[in-house]
Nanobody, 124 residues
């Protein structure tokens, strides 16, 4: 089982990025997926989650209205569309998978598979 993130980059404030997470070895509809981030000196923060069906999504207040999580099970890929990026969004972004069947939880405690992360830098 493997999760590989991509799409991190340097972007100016107000810009957009789309992160991708390729899931290998997973039976996709058995897993909920999430995106989290960790900035230097800070704890890992859950940002967005999608349920096993994709019908339920959940967002942290800090990104609600700016970030959108989606999943394409046919492509074994989870996405995070990030718009109106701010300098405080700079961090390493991680994709995670968790095997639970109701809801979409933000807490990293619900996820036991993690990718290696991709760096997002927001600076002018």
């Amino acid at each position: 089982l493997d999760l590989v993130e991509s799409g991190g980059a340097l972007v100016q404030p107000g810009g957009s990025l789309r992160l991708s997470c390729k899931a290998s070895g997973f039976t996709m509809d058995d897993y909920a997926f999430a995106w989290a981030r960790q900035a230097p000196g800070k704890e890992r923060e859950g940002l967005a989650a999608t349920s096993t069906s994709g019908e339920i999504t959940n967002y942290a207040g800090s990104v609600m209205g700016r970030f959108t999580i989606s999943r394409d099970d046919a492509k074994n890929t989870i996405y995070l569309q990030m718009d109106n990026l701010k300098p405080e969004d700079a961090a390493v972004y991680y994709c995670a998978a968790g095997q639970y069947y109701h809801g979409a939880y933000l807490s990293p405690d619900f996820y036991n598979f993690w990718g290696q992360g991709t760096q997002v830098t927001v600076s002018s």
